[in-house]
Nanobody
Framework: QVQLVESGGGLVQAGGSLRLSCAASGLTFSSYTMGWFRQVPGKEREFVAAISWSGRATYYADSVKGRFSISRDNAKNTVYLQMNTLKPEDTAVYYC???????????????????WGQGTQVTVSS
């Protein structure tokens, strides 16, 4: 049974930082592109960042480029999202997802990801 479990969310002031983690089990983690998405109630899910299976390639949404950094540790079956210079508009539930088929971190289409975590809330106060 595949499980993706996010952690690290919370309340932070604008300009602050948070580091999200996503621990995976039940899959061959090093075979999957891993992505982070976010969603605000009433809005569509939004791609944030993704990283290739090897960790050598990454891709970011324009809205977070230069502020967020995605990384992974295949020995720990964990993907991270370091979020710096947070803004109130970054407030959302953040989800990690695993993609086996595309083979590319440029897959921004959530419908093509195979597995999802339950999400972690990030709230940025102004």
């Amino acid at each position: 049974q595949v499980q993706l479990v996010e952690s690290g969310g919370g309340l932070v002031q604008a300009g602050g930082s948070l580091r999200l983690s996503c621990a995976a089990s039940g899959l061959t983690f090093s075979s999957y592109t891993m992505g982070w998405f976010r969603q605000v109630p009433g809005k569509e899910r939004e791609f944030v960042a993704a990283i290739s299976w090897s960790g050598r390639a990454t891709y970011y949404a324009d809205s977070v480029k230069g502020r967020f950094s995605i990384s992974r540790d295949n020995a720990k079956n964990t993907v991270y999202l370091q979020m710096n210079t947070l803004k109130p508009e970054d407030t959302a539930v953040y989800y990690c997802a695993a993609d086996y088929r595309s083979g590319s971190p440029r897959n921004t289409n959530g419908a093509r990801y195979d597995y999802w975590g339950q999400g972690t809330q990030v709230t940025v106060s102004s």
